[in-house]
């Protein structure tokens, strides 16, 4: 199994992420630094080899300008595409889902909440007076399944309450192999950048 821990940190006009690979459980080496500028015109998110942003590695954008919640290109760092994501709009109503693309634009894995009756209590909350105004504090996570056999393949998990720290679980190293790192690592960063995890 391949895992990755997510750690995101909040500076001046900026969300900022450390990614770092996992060794026998524990948190190794830094593998990306991401760094989402907030307000951008179109939403996007570069990420370097360190956290001096000395060399990019590889970057994830909006299609679209203001599309911040459609479909988002990674591309290495001559502009080359590496893969894509999109928001599943009809899903998310019920609970948030998005879809990993393959190089044809087709849905080669379905990323969703894990609690179908979490996801509905969130939405509630959100509509409760004074409420509705308290950060949604219970810890929730994701699933990356395959759209035609269901299998799980990796679980994206919220591993404190009040940090915003991950860890993605790869369970099935075909995910890896067809998806590229770097497509599953934007993928996972979208999920708190855009969706105020």
Known sequence: MTSYIIEQKVAAFANQYRIFSVVNGDKRELVAFAHQKRLAFKEKVDFFTDTDRTRLVFTVRAEKVMDVHGKF???DAKGNRLGAVRKAFTSSLLRSTWEILDKSDETSTIVRESSEALALFRRIWSFIPFLGDIP???????DFIDPKSGTLLAKYSK??????HYRLNIH???????????TLIAQ???LDALQGR
Not at 136 to 142: A, D, E, Q, R, T
Not at 159 to 164: F, K, M, P, S
Request: cysteine-free.
């Open 159 to 164: 591993t404190t309450l009040l940090r915003d």
């Open 136 to 142: 949604f504090l219970l810890k929730y996570h994701f």
């Open 188 to 190: 996972v960063v979208l």
């Open 73 to 75: 290109i990674i591309t």
């Open 172 to 182: 099935e190293e075909a995910l890896l192999e067809s998806a590229g790192w770097q």
